[in-house]
């Protein structure tokens, strides 16, 4: 079995983990769903991920657990565990402190309305710590950003369906593309005119670590492809988003992402549970100031 296959039956995995953190998840299950052994899931599983199953699923479980217990404040102590597969309030509270170095409640009580990131770090007598790391920009200069640079609307996307290869970690972005190029290429689909390019988030970066983020580098298909190796189809559902078009350069993404998601908070928009995505309109290298033009997509209620 080829690499390729391997990251392509992990990828199928992660999907339905991502899915179904509510249930219960044995390996034997997981394994099944990516059509291994149970003995060789687990060692490929660590070898694609960099994490052992189990931290993983716990991992995801307590990175849904912060951003819900720090933007769903409406929402019950009771509610979140059992929404993440918890049955028993102290093994979630003891699950929880032993990731973040804080209970439930307080980790709540200690999160600001607006932070950029979460991050957990160790003191010098080893205990863990968690910090809300603060914008290093005020509000009003995200909002000058927003009204000097983007071009904001809230828009009806269309259904796409794009070939995508999986990345874990921001580090593996551009292999990830390379490899979706050559397939490309190699089936007359790129280049051609029309082609975009499309970047799609399955994890924030507010609460998941740069290394372990989940990205997928996709292309804007014009018609369904079979899934091959590494590239599956991916389709990013209809349905309403905040669309930004902005033309910038590649250190300038993440106040912008930053700002737009600021913006939405401030005009009483919701996330909903979908990914954001950028997509590209030209080749960056290609214009005169290195600059990206591109459309930042947030799937809103």
Not at 92 to 104: V, Y
Not at 143 to 151: G, P, S, T, V
Not at 171 to 190: D, E, H, M, P, V
Not at 266 to 271: D, K, Y
């Amino acid at each position: 079995m080829t690499s390729q296959e391997h990251l392509a039956r992990i990828r199928k995995v992660l999907d339905y983990i991502d899915q179904h953190l509510v249930d219960e998840l044995p390996l034997e299950k997981l394994a099944e769903i990516g059509s291994f052994s149970p003995f060789h899931f687990h060692r490929i599983f660590r070898a694609v991920t960099s994490e052992t199953l189990l931290s993983y699923i716990t991992r995801k479980r307590m990175e849904k657990a912060a951003m819900m217990l720090s933007l769903k404040k409406e929402k019950s102590l009771e509610d979140i565990f059992l929404e993440i597969g918890f049955n028993s309030p102290s093994t979630f509270g003891k699950t929880f402190k032993k990731h973040f170095g804080i209970s439930p409640a307080a980790f709540r009580k200690n999160s600001p309305e607006n932070f950029k990131k979460i991050q957990t770090i160790i003191s010098n007598i080893g205990q863990k710590d968690v910090v809300f790391e603060q914008y290093l920009y005020q509000l009003e200069q995200m909002k000058f950003f927003m009204e000097n640079k983007a071009n904001i609307q809230i828009k009806e996307m269309p259904e796409m369906q794009i070939a995508s290869v999986l990345s874990i970690g921001v580090q593996n972005i551009g292999n990830a593309y390379n490899t979706l190029i050559s397939w490309a290429i190699s089936k007359n689909i790129f280049p051609r005119e029309n082609v975009k390019m499309i970047t799609v988030y399955h994890d924030s970066f507010k609460v998941t670590a740069p290394n372990k983020v989940r990205i997928h580098a996709g292309m804007l298909l014009e018609e369904a492809i079979k899934n091959e190796g590494e590239v599956f189809l991916e389709i990013l559902p209809k349905g309403k988003y905040i669309v930004s078009r902005q033309e910038i350069t590649l250190p300038e993404f993440e106040t912008a992402w930053n700002a737009l998601f600021l913006w939405m908070n401030e005009n009483g928009h919701q996330f909903r549970k979908e990914c954001p995505y950028e997509i590209y309109h030209n080749d960056y290298q290609e214009h005169p100031e290195k600059k990206c033009l591109v459309d930042f997509c947030i799937p809103i209620l």
